[in-house]
């Protein structure tokens, strides 16, 4: 995959990713917003249907005392004439005349403001009525200027009188307004009453959350609040005037809080936001597992094209030996030299051994992948097997002049394995071992029991490895780089072989190590009880 290429995948995939995120978080505090705006509606919209409810309801009760007052006096009125207009028409062509007559009239019960409240002056409650005649001459009549007014019958009357609703509410309303300022507020309004109005109005609007409630007086809170409120805060806080004056002014206010108000407003978006995190989280997964796959792949297609130079040169190398050794074979001179001939044959032999060796590496690690290598096991004395290992890497060993110090302190060794594949386990380390030793290998190898396990360590003194290549030295093809050591060969498959046997042999395989101090592989195997 080419690098440029993978790069801007990545970016724009990132980028991708990053604006899904913003897009749900716009959307949340946008939601959250709205959210807030309409429970300040409908929040404003309760406490100005409380606050009118509270006037209706005291208004209603005082309309109510003076109506029960006035029925108990048992009095007639007085009545007192207040104001009469007189209006004429007259049509010259019929001389036809209309006279339109209004008398408004006063009636007073004897009932004084002081009843309600002492501090109230004596001004009277009075109703008005009114008085409405309409009077109809035709011209045979001959009503005029000089005779209007005398007793003259009309052809035709009309005549309607009733109390005036609309000027007696007006007029009991400002003596109610005036009645009622003088009223302390613990003798206009209950905390009980003014509660349940607050929780039906709230109710009704769907804010079902807690709220605690105060009505202020002059900026001082009265008695009249719920036990729960404490201090405002501006944000969570509504108020509004109430009981108005006959001028519209108010020194009462009712403030209602909400403690809880944002975790109220999140409630409603719960449903829907935990929707959108679930979502933005399997897109982040999704995003996850993409980026790692585009990563293995590319890790995957570097290994190939190691693993396919590393192979080529492993197997270029014995092929031109090879070659040289049948070009020299054919040569007259050489095969008439028996000694050189066998010499020439051992070379070929060695060589296609070496060939033959690598393509075992790679079969046995395909093998394990799909199960179908035959693994069968039988009692046998790990000791044994480690001399066995000890004697194939024997002759590498001696090429290096490198040596091997056993330390057994095992007393029990024997164990279920298949002798074949955990020797190829030990051979593979031992051979790391004195591979990756640029000076003269000198390896270590202890035996220990534990509990029901044989512990084999197998230390050596050579290059080490870093932090990261302990956790991945046992993947498939994986080598770690070694600087300026090119001659140690290898296609990352022999680590990989030795996890895959120790496990199917219920074991583990761990290493130690420090760079430039050397490796310790330590196996874990159980022992036959």
Do not use: C
């Amino acid at each position: 995959m080419n690098k440029l290429f993978f790069r801007i995948l990545v970016l724009l995939m990132s980028l991708s990713l990053i604006g899904i995120i913003l897009v749900q978080v716009f959307w949340f505090n946008s939601s959250f917003k709205n959210n807030e705006e309409q429970f300040k509606y409908h929040v404003t919209q309760v406490i100005g249907n409380v606050a009118d409810k509270l006037e209706q309801q005291e208004e209603y009760s005082f309309y109510d005392k003076y109506n029960r007052i006035k029925d108990s006096t048992g009095k007639i009125p007085k009545k007192e004439d207040l104001l009469e207009v007189l209006y004429v028409q007259r049509n010259t062509k019929t001389n036809k005349t209309i006279v339109y007559s209004s008398t408004l009239t006063s009636e007073d019960y004897d009932i004084s403001g002081s009843i309600f409240n002492k501090k109230f002056s004596n001004e009277r409650f009075k109703n008005f009525s009114s008085k409405r005649v309409t009077e109809v001459y035709n011209n045979d009549n001959g009503i005029d200027n000089n005779n209007l007014g005398q007793s003259i019958i009309p052809d035709q009357r009309f005549e309607k009188s009733g109390s005036l609703d609309i000027l007696n509410k007006v007029q009991q309303q400002i003596q109610y307004k005036d009645i009622a300022s003088l009223t302390p507020i613990e003798g206009r309004i209950t905390r009980d009453k003014l509660y349940k109005l607050l929780k039906k109005e709230l109710g009704e609007y769907e804010v079902k959350t807690k709220f605690e409630f105060a009505i202020y007086s002059n900026g001082i809170p009265t008695k009249i609040k719920s036990d729960g409120f404490h201090s405002l805060d501006k944000e969570a806080t509504y108020s509004i005037p109430v009981f108005t004056d006959n001028e519209g002014n108010s020194k009462y206010e009712l403030s209602v809080t909400f403690p809880h108000k944002k975790k109220f407003l999140l409630s409603e978006l719960l449903s829907i936001t935990i929707l959108s995190i679930v979502f933005t989280l399997i897109i982040i997964v999704a995003y996850t597992s993409a980026l790692n796959q585009l990563l293995r792949q590319k890790h995957i297609s570097e290994i190939k094209t190691d693993f396919i130079n590393n192979m080529t040169h492993e197997f270029k190398t014995p092929i031109a030996t090879i070659n040289l050794a049948l070009d020299a074979i054919k040569n007259p001179r050489i095969i008439e030299d028996k000694e050189k001939v066998f010499r020439y044959l051992q070379m070929i032999r060695d060589e296609n051994k070496r060939m033959h060796a690598q393509v075992e590496n790679v079969l046995r690690i395909s093998k394990l992948e799909k199960r179908e290598l035959d693994i069968t096991k039988e009692p046998t004395a790990i000791h044994d097997i480690i001399d066995d290992a000890i004697e194939h890497v024997n002759l590498i060993l001696e090429d290096r002049k490198g040596t091997v110090v056993k330390h057994f302190n095992a007393a029990r060794t024997t164990s279920l394995i298949n002798e074949v594949h955990f020797t190829n386990v030990l051979v593979n380390i031992l051979e790391n071992a004195i591979k990756y030793s640029p000076d003269v290998p000198e390896i270590e190898i202890f035996t220990e029991n534990v509990k029901d396990m044989i512990l084999i360590k197998i230390r050596d003194h050579g290059l080490g490895m870093s932090k990261i290549a302990q956790k991945r030295v046992f993947e498939k093809f994986y080598r770690e780089h070694t600087g300026d050591l090119h001659n140690v060969k290898g296609h990352g498959l022999g680590l990989a072989y030795v996890k895959r046997i120790v496990e199917d042999h219920n074991g583990q395989v761990y290493v130690e190590s420090e760079k430039g101090k050397g490796s310790t592989f330590i196996i874990k195997i159980p022992l036959i009880n």
